[in-house]
T-cell receptor
Framework: EAQVTQNPRYLITVTGKKLTVTCSQN?????MSWYRQDPGLGLRQIYY???????DKGDVPEGYKVSRKEKRNFPLILESPSPNQTSLYFC????????????FGPGTRLLVL | QKEVEQNSGPLSVPEGAIASLNCTYS??????FFWYRQYSGKSPELIMS????GDKEDGRFTAQLNKASQYVSLLIRDSQPSDSATYLC?????????FGPGTRLSVLP
């Protein structure tokens, strides 16, 4: 089944404790992206990647890191999480590039205490 | 800051009516436009994409794009209670995506 998977789905952590949210797609998509969704603010793009080893900042990159060492994986790293990073996070992928239809993962709900 | 604006709603329509959802965007260079539907607690799913001015129809859904007015809309004909969800407008100026805050639609039986 073609899909985007994220792990973990739910995470409670404490301020400053490094964490990684994994994202994987099995559709051989070149473009992958991370979003956060907050009430009243909609989806905001954090980082995106147009291919292996190619990443770029979205609208809200501060406090986040990403890497794209393999085509199928695009992990999101919070090196020192803070309470304002409490949010719902979505990973998405597109076949070739930005501007094409994106397919979203199921979401990761993060609470930073 | 490039922006996409939508009325947050809720927009309430009776079953069988036409629901009209609107979106405006600020970046004139935007080339790709999308409507996503998101049920509570779920991930967004694509309803329509539109790339050129005019109308695009897919079943009960029609997307309308007017680049000169920087306006994109979604019409849902014969609305059903199962259409009750939040509808997200997304614009892609280039390689990135900008989403609106979403409009919550409620279809009343």
């Amino acid at each position: 089944e073609a899909q985007v998977t994220q792990n973990p789905r739910y995470l409670i952590t404490v301020t400053g404790k490094k964490l990684t949210v994994t994202c994987s797609q099995n559709m051989n998509h070149e473009y992958m992206s991370w979003y956060r969704q907050d009430p009243g603010l909609g989806l905001r793009q954090i980082y995106y990647s147009m291919n292996v080893e190619v990443t770029d900042k979205g609208d809200v990159p501060e406090g986040y890191k990403v890497s794209r060492k393999e085509k199928r994986n695009f992990p999101l790293i919070l090196e020192s999480p803070s309470p304002n990073q409490t949010s719902l996070y979505f990973c998405a992928s597109s076949p070739r590039r930005g501007g094409e239809t994106q397919y979203f993962g199921p979401g990761t709900r993060l609470l930073v205490l | 800051q490039k922006e996409v604006e939508q009325n947050s709603g809720p927009l309430s329509v009776p079953e069988g009516a036409i629901a009209s959802l609107n979106c405006t965007y600020s970046d004139r260079g935007s080339q790709s436009f999308f409507w996503y539907r998101q049920y509570s607690g779920k991930s967004p799913e694509l309803i329509m994409s539109i790339y050129s001015n005019g109308d695009k129809e897919d079943g009960r859904f029609t997307a309308q794009l007017n680049k000169a007015s920087q306006y994109v809309s979604l019409l849902i004909r014969d609305s059903q209670p199962s259409d009750s969800a939040t509808y997200l407008c997304a614009v892609s100026p280039g390689q990135n995506f900008v989403f609106g805050p979403g409009t919550r639609l409620s279809v009343l039986p």
